[in-house]
């Protein structure tokens, strides 16, 4: 079909993204780049920085004000990359409108925020996805089916550094910026939340944000899950360690390749009450190294592509509000820890405020 024009009409998706700082060019990049989307207009309040990303999406709109872009009948998505004290007020408008959104992580400043977007989204009959862009990885995905075919057996442990020398940021903590993502990543992998949060930090600027950070996540079962993350390394390190009964797995995702390694070790505890002892005689093992294939793919493109297949079949995204608000509960919980001196939160407690 063709207008009167004679030109073919567009049915791409045309989204509009907010925010053109660290993260908002990957997004422009990524949709230009997507044959079912295009970028149909972009908004900083920083013009040096519309125009420095204005060749990445050419034909479109830029503008100052997040308001016009929003308000734009002709868009039918929004993708917000702003900070994270932000993202609460441009998400409702922009599901006022009737827009379909996807914001970066995490979802909002709280569960009472996050709650509100995901009943505006049922309302307004729109897709609420957040960036949860690590579950999207080949990594993550080649670790979710070993767990779901129980390749480790019982699991013990999940313990995750993710270090760097910055990017500070001035709105959230180290644990908001960075911990979101492994919270993400466990939620997924496990698929169930905690039962207490416990968290220590501090500060060394002016900020008095939290720059350093130690997270312990206890589940039942006796599986713990520990996240360390710090904006003062002198080295960048993303590496997550799994330990199950019968095996042990080492994610590094800075490697060039063989980013998954599954380790045949262990060990075997047995009672010992020779001679009315009680001792716990232990025996390690020591196997061999299996290296499995992990797809090769740019996880934010594969993360667009299913929000556009979320949008095109009314279906729920992996990454909903849903996932997006538990990631914000476990947020508040460590807020919550870092302020009672480090003590365990039990997540039946309310803990904002």
Not at 266 to 276: T, V, Y
Request: charged letters at 25%.
């Amino acid at each position: 079909m063709t207008d009167v024009s004679g030109a073919a009409p567009d049915d791409r998706l045309a989204v509009g993204v907010v925010g053109c700082g660290y993260w908002g060019p990957n997004l422009v990049r990524n949709l230009s780049e997507n044959e079912r989307a295009r970028v149909a207009a972009i908004a900083d309040l920083r013009p040096e920085r519309l125009q420095a990303i204005a060749s990445r999406a050419p034909g479109a709109r830029l503008t100052t004000s997040p308001e016009d872009l929003l308000e734009d009948p002709g868009i039918d998505a929004v993708a917000i990359a702003t900070p994270v004290s932000t993202h609460y007020e441009l998400a409702l408008r922009a599901l006022e409108q009737g827009k379909h959104v996807l914001v970066a992580k995490p979802l909002a400043a709280s569960v009472g925020e996050a709650d509100h977007l995901i009943q505006r989204a049922d309302i307004a009959g729109c897709v609420l996805m957040v960036d949860h862009t690590y579950v999207y990885t080949g990594a993550v995905r080649k670790i979710s089916s070993l767990l779901e075919q129980r390749a480790l057996g019982d699991l013990y442990y999940l313990d995750s550094v993710r270090v760097n020398l910055g990017l500070f940021q001035h709105d959230v903590n180290v644990i908001w910026d960075l911990a979101a993502h492994d919270f993400s990543i466990f939620t997924d992998l496990l698929g169930v939340e905690p039962v207490s949060v416990q968290a220590v930090g501090s500060s060394h600027s002016a900020s008095g944000l939290e720059d350093v950070a130690y997270v312990t996540l206890e589940y039942e079962d006796s599986l713990l899950a520990h996240c360390h993350v710090n904006w003062l390394s002198p080295v960048k390190i993303r590496q997550t360690l799994i330990g199950g009964s019968e095996r042990m797995l080492v994610w590094n995702d800075l490697a060039a390749d063989e980013k998954v390694k599954v380790y045949d070790s262990g060990f075997d505890a047995s009672p010992d009450d020779e001679q009315g002892l009680h001792r716990t005689i232990v025996s390690y093992r020591t196997g061999d190294v299996w290296i499995p294939r992990i797809e090769r793919h740019e996880a934010l493109a594969v993360e667009l592509d299913h929000f556009v297949d979320c949008v095109r079949e009314g279906t729920r995204p992996i990454t909903g509000g849903e996932a997006g608000r538990r990631v914000v509960r476990l947020l508040e919980a460590t807020s919550a820890s870092l302020k009672a001196g480090g003590r365990a939160i039990e997540l039946a407690e309310p803990v904002a405020g």
